[in-house]
């Protein structure tokens, strides 16, 4: 019996001709599932969403504690509020 790869994106299964790798972990996923440009890195290799928000969080961390000496009060609270909408989206 062949073992079919499931798309982490879809969660249905990705044959030979329509697979892409994440270049981080190797997860698979349809080529279609991963078309958004987010799900690419800065040399267009595929990335899963896990890995992509990785390293999203991994650039941010870089702005933020180069630059967070730079923001007045009303830049940090508007920062602050969408930073707590992602932590409500990523806990509920």
Same mark, same amino acid.
């Given at each position: 019996?062949?073992?079919?790869? *499931?798309?982490?994106?879809?969660? #249905?299964?990705? $044959? ?6 994440? $270049?981080?972990?190797?997860? $698979?996923?349809? #080529? ?9 890195? $800065?040399?267009?290799? &595929?990335?899963?969403? &896990? ?5 999203? *969080?991994?650039?941010?961390d870089a702005i933020v504690t180069t630059y967070v000496s ?5 830049? #940090? ?8 909408? &992602?932590?409500? *989206? *990523?806990? #509920?």
């Amino acid at each position: 019996m062949e073992l079919k790869s *499931l798309c982490v994106i879809c969660g #249905k299964h990705v $044959s030979d001709e329509e697979i892409v790798k994440c $270049s981080v972990c190797g997860a $698979s996923m349809h #080529k279609s599932c991963a078309r958004d440009e987010s799900l690419l890195d $800065s040399e267009e290799n &595929y990335l899963c969403p &896990y890995d992509a928000m990785l390293a999203a *969080l991994d650039w941010f961390d870089a702005i933020v504690t180069t630059y967070v000496s730079t923001l007045d009060e009303n830049q #940090k609270n508007d920062i602050l509020s969408r930073l707590k909408a &992602y932590v409500e *989206l *990523l806990t #509920k």
